[in-house]
């Protein structure tokens, strides 16, 4: 059997969607993808305290004070040094340079809280999806789980949900309808269906 | 008890969505709304059989022979002559112009194979909508039963209901899922919603 596919998951806050991809892990639904490592771009957010409670070694890369250039260069060392294969985005708030995403074709996931190509694209991050979905009166949004590529929201979609919107959703309503409907039931599904794809290619 | 919406249906062709609306309404789903018309702009489509068949009345209004000022002019004195106050426009192939649709604000509905705002707007019809989604990768797209106004698919969107795409789909398998699965289903369930609201308000 081939080994598991050596994956990161990248955070700037909370972690939800790190949480969901650590239970699904534990209960086994994720067998082809094996968190190494969870690294934040900043200190003390509680998604570095997930990856402790679930034993899994975390690092600090910090962003600010270094600014993009030297941020992708420390986080391209951590990641060599620790044999990444596959990076997960979750509710990472930077933007990948394409110098870097280049390095990492078809091996760096990212989910967007619409359905894409719907209300994605530059700008288009966190409430301000849910806030652009219901000023635009549709009744179904979702989750997309994609690649990331060069183009902000533009690399090849894995897996996406549906989500029916309420008369009465409110942008944070829906915000919290679409993580526990969608993000946090196609993300574990997609990363393993890209883990499994990368474990074949080996 | 107001009486029911005065309907037209407008069809150029086989009027699958019509038969699903008239089918409806024999099982009494659309109790808001009564179908006086079926208009087609073309003869001999199997749409008028369907009229027939349900005991509708049925009327050619010629659009190729005569261009769209002339089909206008004689559209609204059909209309008009039978008292219509909703119009419903089923596999109807032909844009009508800012001066009609200004006439009949929030009177008019169209339903569009995608989940609006992705794959619409000019150019996006038929199986062109089935094949761009597609070639984009998406894994779920679906309908939308909208408002028509003066912009191309840019009307208020009444309902809308997701269809998952399969990975061996082709345009064709999709529209016809499309179809089966969402546009007629959900195509008699918004007229109803749209007639009852302009029944209230009468």
Not at 30 to 47: K, L, M
Not at 146 to 155: A, K, L, Q, T, Y
Request: proline fraction near 5%; charge should be neutral; hydrophobic fraction near 40%.
């Amino acid at each position: 059997m081939k080994p598991r596919v050596r994956t990161a998951v990248l955070v700037s806050g909370g972690g939800t969607n790190l949480q969901a991809i650590i239970d699904k892990s534990a209960e086994g639904a994720i067998p082809s993808a094996e968190i190494v490592v969870v690294i934040s771009d900043r200190e003390g957010v509680y998604a570095l305290e997930r990856a402790d409670k679930a034993g899994i070694p975390s690092e600090v890369v910090p962003f600010k004070e270094t600014g993009r250039g030297e941020f992708e260069r420390r986080l391209a060392a951590a990641l060599e040094s620790r044999g990444v294969e596959m990076i997960v985005l979750a509710g990472f708030m930077r933007i990948l340079s394409a110098d870097f995403t280049a390095h990492y074709p078809n091996r760096i996931l990212n989910i967007h809280p619409s359905l894409i190509p719907s209300f994605c694209g530059e700008g288009f991050y966190g409430l301000k999806v849910h806030k652009a979905a219901l000023d635009y009166g549709v009744k179904v949004t979702g989750a997309t789980v994609h690649f990331v590529n060069e183009i902000p929201d533009g690399g090849r979609i894995i897996m996406q949900k549906a989500v029916y919107i309420d008369d009465n959703d409110t942008p944070e309503t829906l915000q919290k309808r679409v993580m526990r409907e969608a993000e946090w039931v196609i993300y574990p599904e997609a990363i393993e269906k890209a883990a499994s794809e990368i474990r074949r290619s080996k």
